[in-house]
């Protein structure tokens, strides 16, 4: 805990008084980039608990349909006899997504890692506009209280899936209205972070250090940065047109009056598919911004842990930069059967093609820089390793589904939950898992405990590709997704026990994590003291004090090299770091000795 | 231990593609987890080409598994006394982008003829010695939470006073160009019948339209697979697929419970009785 008191002093140096202002001023109201960080970290990790528990309790219904629900069901549906009813389950499926999606990894990838990691990997004092970055993270509250608030509106929550589709979304329930409301606060937070981040990476970048000095995590969090730039503002547009269409009656959604169960009236005029173009239009570019930084970081622990320059630094820069790119034109990939245009649908599979090779490439480099490596398997390097392979299975699935008439079999079946469990828990996740392994040395100065960071790894990884992969078969077979209960069609009553199974794993991989949790609290009091670089890495936030002091660096860093420079032949330390003096070419630069 | 995290991430693809074989050939516990049998002519090619992709993905699935497992065997730091100094290999990288873009650029061309049979050249009949498309045979019309299926009345046209509509029951007939239009009374729908490989999302001010031609008799389920509300899981449908004679039978039964009693013209299947659009 002393680690954490001196960062308390070092935080609030220059500032005196009255404690509590001190606490506040060093803890919550803190401009500094890695309290920020810390702020964003915890409350994702909170969220992450909330949002796997609603995970939980959709598996429970899956697998014990309408059977009591342990614990929660006799206090919250004593009318219902501890049973939970339809609606009860529309609204766990759109919490747990709008959750995991807006509230964990996005702000744990962008928010706690981008804001840690960019100022130091970079070599700067803190980011370009500090104040703003506080902001960023206090527009978060404002989101917080809505999602809060909407569980306890009149009919359960939000109904309409996080997708919300209108007509239903503009039916449902008031809670959609905070749902919305929540989503447009994290949409501004999100705003200012990524116009923070470009303007630090351009602007405050170390002596020495080129655009293609810096590490794959600054390049995937600026490129993640600039994809939310250009697409949030989309969606911003459509929550406040949907808000409107709820609220005001504009008809932007509705084509004609309707009037549903004789009772509710929206007015016409509007087009419900514009929802879904102005929708996916940001959240396919979100659902790389929900893995981009993820591999950012796997690229560099990767490096780190085989000792090993990056395979393909180049590439894997330009490659990140195509997918960004194609990321914006593909979104018609989650419209095939919509009822859009059906041409249309054959130019948005060609751009979905195009865009799994980039994807592909990058796996490649990861074998390639494993290739020859000298492998030490720590814990973020497991974790690191279990992201390719999962990320593996993601984008094969994705190809399957991008093939159209294929998509009309699987499109809203439970291979489409497979495969974004794939990419979204099995790659995103675990490169979190990773990177909170791989950097926590550096957030508080202990080391977490390898041992049972190794067990948490191999139980999440089994329980996870249990809970996971059998859903490929299910979709194949025309299983549902967003069914309260798929058992009321005979054809899908002998796939319970399966479904059974797929819940216990489920819970498991659940249980797996409170190792996590001990892991993550204990360490901060009993964890080894970790010095600056505990890795042996060669990126500059290793040469700064372990936790960096308010102001990051105790000597101004001059960047004399590229990150990778791990085993180089004329050295016998195998690794170099970026600050380190003496001259000798990049990596980059040296001719290609054949592998 | 790095010989058991080998064999570990290894298991990944050999255990991935052991069970999806079990899957598809139907091995406990993974019976029934598949693919359903087929009944329409389109899902042949549908199914044709999910096996294909799984069967490519098998491939780079177990290949990229095989380097992963032998990268953790062999190079471990225990065994190798300093990594290898190389960051790229320009050869490799051309073959590693040029190989899997041909795949892709195959697959993306491969399939485009089936996307363009079910869902954009719409079946036609002969009128006046001119090729037209085929008009709908029924009118869906889906509602919270359920199915009604208009037939054409005596006028042998679907949209007229005279319709035959039925609840949650649509009878169709086999070895037939079935073409349905699709609407809905409120949100969005989805018409899914996964034993024919049809899917159509039906949305508030559009008419869609479906076709496929079934095989052989069967009776089967209709789904909901676009999320419409508190019951959403309970838009069950019915579908049964008849011969033509028995559609014929059973159209005849329908309309003699009406009035006036049609004209044994239009009593056709309804196949060829054509309306420009
Ligand atoms: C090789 C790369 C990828 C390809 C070709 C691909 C393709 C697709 C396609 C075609 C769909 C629509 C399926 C349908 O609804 O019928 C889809 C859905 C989805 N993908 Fe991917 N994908 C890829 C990578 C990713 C990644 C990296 C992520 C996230 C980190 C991701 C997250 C999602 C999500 C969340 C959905 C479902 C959204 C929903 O309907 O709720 N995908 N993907
Ligand atoms: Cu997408
Ligand atoms: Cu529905």
Redesign the interface.
């Known amino acids: 805990m002393s680690d954490m008191s001196t960062q308390l002093e070092t935080a609030s140096k220059g500032r005196s008084g009255n404690p509590i202002l001190r606490f506040l001023g060093s803890y919550v109201f803190s401009t500094d980039h890695k309290i920020i960080g810390l702020q964003f970290l915890f409350s994702s990790l909170i969220w992450f608990a909330i949002g796997g528990m609603l995970a939980l309790a959709i598996r429970w219904q899956l697998a014990f349909p309408w059977s009591d629900m342990p614990i929660f069901g006799p206090t919250l549906f004593a009318s219902e006899g501890g049973q939970i ?3 009860f389950y ?1 609204m766990l499926f759109t919490m747990h997504a709008t959750i995991m999606i807006f509230f964990v990894i996005i702000p744990i990838l962008s928010g706690a890692f981008g804001n840690y990691l960019i100022p130091l990997m970079i070599g700067a004092e803190d980011m370009a506009f500090p104040r703003l970055n506080m902001f960023s993270y206090w527009f978060m509250w404002p989101a917080f209280a809505c999602m809060i608030g909407s569980f306890f509106m009149p009919g359960f929550g939000p ?3 996080w997708t919300s ?1 209108p ?2 979304s503009l ?2 329930g008031d809670a959609q209205n905070l749902w919305i409301l929540g989503l447009i606060f994290v949409g501004i937070s999100s705003m200012i972070g990524s116009i923070n981040y470009m303007t630090t990476i351009l602007q405050m970048r170390a002596p020495g250090m080129r655009m293609f000095r810096m590490p794959m995590t600054v390049w995937a969090l600026f490129i993640t940065a600039i994809l939310q730039a250009f697409a949030l503002p989309v969606l911003t547009a459509a929550l406040f047109m949907q808000l409107s269409d709820r609220i005001l009656a504009t008809g932007f959604f ?3 009056a ?4 004789d009772t509710t009236s929206i007015s ?1 005029g509007g ?3 514009l929802w879904q173009h102005l929708f996916w239009f940001y959240s396919h570019p979100a659902v790389y911004i929900m893995i981009l930084p993820a591999m950012g970081m796997v690229s560099d622990m990767l490096s780190c842990f ?10 894997m820069v330009y490659s990140l930069t195509a997918i960004a790119g194609l990321g914006f034109v593909v979104w018609g990939h989650h419209m095939f ?3 859009m245009n ?2 249309l ?2 130019s948005f ?2 751009s979905t ?2 865009i ?2 980039p994807s ?2 990058k ?2 480099n990861w ?2 820089t ?8 720590t814990t973020p390097m ?1 974790f690191s ?2 992201f ?2 999962m990320f ?2 993601g984008g ?2 994705g ?2 589904m991008a ?4 998509d ?2 699987i ?3 439970y291979f489409i939950v497979a495969h974004f469990h794939y990419v979204l828990f099995g790659a995103s996740v675990l490169g979190v898992m990773g990177a909170i392994y791989f950097w926590y040395p550096k957030m508080f100065g202990r080391m977490m405990n390898e041992t049972m960071g190794k067990i948490h790894f ?1 139980l999440t ?1 089994i329980f996870l ?1 249990g809970t996971f ?2 859903m ?3 979709g ?3 299983f ?7 058992y ?4 899908f009553q ?2 319970l ?2 479904n059974q ?1 797929i819940t216990l794993c489920a819970f498991l991989m659940g249980a797996a994590q409170l190792i996590f949790l001990v892991n993550f609290f204990g360490s901060l009091f009993w964890g080894r003291k970790a010095g600056r670089n505990p890795w042996n890495a060669n990126s500059l936030e290793w040469s700064a004090p372990s936790p960096p002091p308010h102001g990051n660096f105790d000597f101004q860093p001059y960047v004399y090299r590229g990150p ?1 420079e ?4 004329g050295r016998e330390d ?1 690794h170099w770091p970026q600050v380190e003096s003496a001259e000798a070419p990049d ?2 630069e040296i001719p ?4 | ?2 010989r058991f ?1 080998s064999i ?2 290894f298991l ?1 693809p050999l ?2 593609t052991g ?2 074989l079990m ?1 598809a050939w139907g091995m406990a ?8 049998e087929n009944y329409s002519v ?1 899902g042949k ?2 199914d044709h ?2 096996y294909l ?2 069967w ?2 098998a491939l ?2 177990i290949g ?2 095989i ?2 497992g032998w ?2 065997w062999r ?3 225990r065994r ?11 050869k ?2 051309m073959v ?2 040029i190989i ?2 041909i795949i ?2 195959f ?2 061309f491969y ?2 003829n ?2 363009a049979e ?3 050249i719409r079946p036609t009949i002969m009128q006046n010695g001119q090729a037209v498309t085929k008009p709908p045979m029924v009118l869906v019309m889906a509602k ?1 939470f359920g199915w009604e299926f208009h037939y054409a009345g005596p006028d042998g046209l679907i949209e007229t006073a005279d319709d035959d509509y039925i609840e949650n029951e649509l009878v169709l007939p086999i070895d037939t160009d079935i073409v349905l239009q699709l609407e809905t009374r ?3 729908h ?1 018409f ?1 019948v ?1 034993q024919l ?10 008419k ?1 339209f479906m076709w496929f031609r079934a095989t052989s008799t069967a009776e ?2 209709i ?12 838009m ?1 449908g019915r579908l049964r697929l008849v011969t033509p004679t028995d559609y014929q039978a059973w159209l005849a039964e329908r309309r003699q419970r009406q009035t006036p009693p049609m004209n044994p013209e239009q009593e056709e299947t309804g196949t060829d009785q054509a309306k420009p659009e």
């Not at chain 1, 309707?258 to 169960?261: A, K, R, S």
């Not at chain 1, 791990?566 to 032949?569: A, D, E, G, I, R």
């Not at chain 2, 190798?80 to 320009?90: D, G, L, M, P, V």
């Open positions: 009813p339809g609606v529309n109904t309409a899936g589709y007509t239903l039916i449902t509705a084509p004609e309707i009037l549903v169960n016409g087009e419900p598919l085989a000792r090993k320059p990056l395979f393909g630094y180049r590439p059967v919509s009822g059906r041409i649908a054959i599979m060609v093609m195009l799994a090779l592909g490439i796996v490649f074998l390639g494993l290739w020859g490596g000298r492998l030490y398997l497991l390793i279990g390719v392979s593996i299975i094969l699935s190809i399957v093939a159209p008439p294929v009309i079999q499109h809203d079946t191999v990884f590709n992969f059998p490929h078969f299910l194949a077979r025309g549902p997704r967003r069914y309260a209960d798929p009321r069609f005979e054809e002998d796939l026990p399966l199974f990778y791990y085993s180089h032949p195998d990596s980059q290609s000795p054949t592998a | 231990m790095n995290w570990l991430f990944v255990l991935g069970t999806f899957a516990p993974f019976q029934g987890a598949w693919l359903p389109a090619t549908i080409l999910f992709l799984c490519i993905s780079i699935f990229t598994g380097v992963i990268v953790l190079y471990d730091h190798q006394q300093r990594a290898h100094y190389f960051s790229h290999n320009f490799l990288e590693w982008t899997p873009a892709l650029v697959i993306a399939q485009m089936a996307w079910t869902k954009m919270r409120d949100v969005i989805s899914f996964p490989r049809v899917k159509q999302d039906i949305v508030p001010g559009m869609q089967m389920e789904a909901c697979t676009e999320l419409c509300g508190w019951g959403h899981y309970t069950q």
